[in-house]
């Protein structure tokens, strides 16, 4: 069966794309298979990896690549082999990931088969970038429509707005997940490092989920009213305090990083973790960062890292955030302006999730 709409998307077509020059073009979705879903796409948040990808900072990009792994749209097309019992018209999304081995890849694959699909051992398949299983390249949310196999398509819980749900596909999960894996609720006082798209999320969710503590670590004295309003318990900017670290020595059980930058101060986050505590980095900077071993050795401190969140918790999360009414701070930018919305995003200016919104 042949569609009656047409695959279109903001392509970027070299490493300067992301400097605001996508171009909009059609493109090849991946050969239907009949248990893949067909989206119109509504709303596509704008996340940090979309910079990384579009300027080649994690090595050589896929192009023509159309980023945007924040998809929130109807379902128009649903095939005859599609998991999950949705139907044509219902409001769903998809995150970061578009496919895995499901535990029928070539190697015995243990994640794929306790709901922990981002770590496929045969290689996850990313919602744009990669290439699908049937070698098809897959492209992202910037775009019209969207085909994505339906094992990776959930659907929005009643009560959830689209424009809140869509960046929480990818930039709520990443921390929902590790705040969940780390243990994160009463008796925990937990530093969220880099109050940006992910980091608000964190702040929200670790709030929701009940911590003690909630603080913000940002280079920036000018965001603290805003952390504050975002549900902060206290505020570090490190440009103010040359000793910030030595002044919240062993505060904290956990730290959430989203700082992608190589130059992180991970020596002095470490040192605000107390005795056994973890940090967990999720930022992903283009560079590798020096590893402090002390600080890590002194407090028996962990260091760990977390990859995005399985289907199965981003049902979790969007339930969790219906039921408690956890509210993003979004700005919603149309699709058509998205070379300026990238281009305001890498200046820092998004507070703090852009989601770009289709008028169709
Ligand atoms: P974002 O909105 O730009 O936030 C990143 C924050 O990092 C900034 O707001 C900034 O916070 C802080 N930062 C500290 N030093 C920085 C520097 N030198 N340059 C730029 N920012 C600096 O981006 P995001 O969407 O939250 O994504 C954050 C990172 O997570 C990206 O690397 C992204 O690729 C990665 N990511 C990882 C996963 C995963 O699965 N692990 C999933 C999604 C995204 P302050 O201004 O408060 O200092
Ligand atoms: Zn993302």
Not at 123 to 136: A, E, F, K, P, V
């Amino acid at each position: 069966m042949a569609t009656d709409y047409k695959f279109e998307g903001w392509m970027g077509e070299s490493a300067e794309s992301a400097d605001g020059k996508m171009v909009w073009k059609e493109f090849e979705p991946k050969k239907w298979e009949e248990n893949d879903i067909d989206i119109k796409v509504t709303h596509s948040g704008i996340c940090g990896s979309d910079l990384h990808t579009l300027r080649s900072g994690w090595g050589a990009t896929r192009y023509p690549c159309v980023v945007g792994h924040e998809i929130v749209g109807v379902a128009v097309r649903v095939g005859s082999k599609a998991e999950g019992n949705i139907k044509v018209g219902d409001i769903v999304g998809v995150g970061a990931q578009s496919d895995s081995c499901l535990g029928r890849g070539p190697k015995p694959c243990k994640p794929c088969q306790v709901d922990e699909e981002p770590y496929c051992i045969n290689g996850n398949i990313n919602t744009y970038g990669s290439l699908h299983r049937n070698g098809d390249k897959a492209y992202g949310g910037y775009a019209l429509y969207h085909r994505a196999p339906s094992h990776f398509v959930v659907r929005i819980p009643e009560g959830l707005a689209p424009e809140y749900a869509a960046p929480m596909l990818c930039g709520g999960v990443t921390v929902y997940s590790p705040l969940r894996h780390w243990g994160v609720g009463p008796g925990k006082k937990v530093a969220v490092a880099g109050v940006g798209g992910l980091g608000h999320f964190a702040v929200l969710f670790a709030k929701a989920l009940g911590a003690d503590e909630v603080v913000g670590i940002s280079r920036r004295a000018s965001k603290r009213d805003e952390a504050l309003a975002l549900g902060c318990d206290d505020y570090i900017a490190t440009e103010d305090d040359a000793d910030w670290a030595a002044h919240n020595a062993h505060r904290f059980d956990v730290i959430i990083s989203t700082v992608s930058s190589a130059k992180m101060p991970l020596a002095e986050y470490l040192t605000t973790l107390a005795l056994d505590g973890s940090m967990v980095q999720v930022g992903a900077p283009e560079e590798p960062v020096p590893l402090p071993v002390f600080p890590l050795i002194l407090g028996r401190r962990s260091l760990a890292g977390s990859a995005i969140g399985s289907p199965k918790e981003i049902r979790e999360m969007l339930q969790f955030a219906a039921d408690k009414k956890v509210k993003p701070l979004v700005e919603l930018r149309p699709m058509a302006d998205a070379n300026q919305a990238i281009v305001d995003m890498d200046a820092g200016k998004a507070r703090f999730r852009y989601v770009l919104v289709n008028d169709n």
